[in-house]
């Protein structure tokens, strides 16, 4: 009896502890799929724009019971990568938190049905096509109106991108993306593309963008305007005659071209915009091609004539200076005036004035001498700035604010900002002031 007795109470410990087993096992899960495309769905409805949206994956460990009722789903913090999920059942409540990635799509454009080679594109022939950052391509077509018109090169699909390579007739050019100052080093992000037909290309375009990156502006540019030769330094370009040009002609825009010189020993001296020589008058006929040097016109940046014993060559300015913004070639002139009228202190050449800045407006014509003029500001006023305290061996950084302005090797007051003092130092870089000791 006492064998039977305890055979009967391990069978019902047995049964006590498998019959809730097989009722966990036999309670529905809500699918994990289910979940993660509800929160897709959600991001969807509650975002402007176009996104790819990434939902984290659940553990396979993590069991959530079938929720009968709809799903909610919110925003709990005060950010968007992360969703709360809940079902909110009487006997069946529980919640999840999942993160979700937003990755902005581009618009482009595709053709919207099968179109063979040769076909010419109309409005109704395309639509937007959504496409990631990893696909985009400065050849994308994002401006349907500029291919209408235009014929395919070969046969699309529907769904194809878009791009200026399938059409016959057109070709990008490179833009500035915004305005943009004299002394400015160009990068990719300072460029975008236009579409324009070939026949439409600016003369001294630059279509690589090799041809102009980190090369340095020497003139301000507004958003929009088409990249060419003429607004770089550091490219080897002469301005020539567009044709034969006799003694005494004042030359004017129609009169000029840019090359660029491409031989192993380019004519030096040369003039680098057109603007430097329109209003000029030649001082000896010249051909066709030819390239425009000072000796070949009169009253010329560089090379002046002689002045008297009582006169003197003096820089002024062609147009009024604004106070901030570097001095190019383009903004000086030259001309003879009276000793007497220089005792204020003037330039004799165009190269001292180049990339300094006018302290105030100049207006057209002015003399221009040092208290009008001072080296750009590296450092602004109020500024924080790197200070390097140089010493033999080692050199030691901290932080501080800049109490004035200051351009290249001037001296200013910087406040060190753990310690509050006030220090002078000697502007090195943009942002950096070093003391030697």
């Not at 498998?18 to 979940?35: K, R, Y």
């Not at 659940?58 to 709990?76: V, W």
């Not at 090799?210 to 003139?219: A, D, E, T, W």
């Amino acid at each position: 009896m006492t064998q039977n007795h305890t055979v009967k109470l391990l069978v019902s410990f047995i049964l006590i502890l498998f019959i809730p087993l097989c009722h966990a096992q036999s309670q529905a899960l809500h699918d994990h799929e289910d979940i993660r495309q509800g929160v897709a769905a959600f991001v969807a409805e509650n975002q402007s724009g176009h996104y790819q949206t990434e939902v984290q994956k659940m553990d396979k460990r993590i069991k959530l019971s079938q929720c009968s009722d709809e799903l909610s789903f919110s925003y709990p913090f005060e950010t968007d990568s992360t969703i709360e999920v809940r079902c909110s059942e009487i006997n069946n409540n529980w919640k999840i938190f999942l993160s979700v990635k937003n990755r902005p799509l581009h618009k482009a454009y595709a053709v919207n049905r099968t179109l063979t080679a040769g076909y010419q594109l109309t409005e109704t022939d395309l639509e937007p096509l959504y496409i990631p950052s990893s696909k985009l391509s400065p050849y994308l077509v994002d401006n349907p109106k500029s291919v209408i018109g235009f014929s395919l090169k070969q046969t699309l699909r529907p769904g194809h991108a878009l791009l200026i390579s399938d059409i016959e007739g057109i070709t990008q050019i490179m833009v500035a993306k915004k305005r943009l100052y004299a002394g400015h080093r160009v990068t990719l992000a300072d460029i975008q593309f236009k579409t324009v037909p070939l026949d439409k290309i600016p003369e001294s375009a630059i279509l690589e963008q090799s041809g102009i990156r980190n090369k340095v502006l020497i003139k301000t540019i507004s958003a929009g305007h088409v990249y060419n030769i003429t607004d770089f330094s550091h490219l080897n370009f002469a301005i020539i005659s567009r044709s034969n040009l006799d003694l005494g002609h004042i030359l004017d825009n129609t009169d000029l071209d840019v090359i660029l010189q491409t031989n192993k020993n380019p004519v030096a001296n040369h003039f680098k915009q057109k603007s430097q020589l329109i209003g000029r008058t030649l001082i000896r006929d010249i051909s066709k091609g030819t390239i425009l040097l000072p000796a070949m016109v009169e009253n010329s940046l560089g090379m002046l004539p002689l002045a008297s014993k009582d006169m003197i060559n003096v820089v002024i300015t062609r147009e009024t200076l604004k106070p901030d913004r570097k001095i190019t070639a383009s903004d000086l002139d030259s001309k003879q005036v009276k000793r007497y009228s220089t005792a204020m202190g003037y330039y004799t050449q165009a190269d001292e004035v180049i990339d300094l800045v006018p302290k105030r407006f100049i207006t057209k014509g002015t003399i221009l001498r040092h208290a009008l003029l001072k080296k750009p500001d590296l450092i602004k006023k109020g500024a924080h700035v790197t200070i390097t305290v140089t010493r033999q061996g080692f050199f030691i950084s901290n932080e501080g604010i800049a109490l004035e302005p200051g351009g290249l090797n001037d001296e200013i007051q910087i406040k060190v900002t753990n310690s509050g003092k006030i220090i002078t130092g000697i502007v090195d870089a943009v942002g950096k002031v070093k003391i030697i000791k």
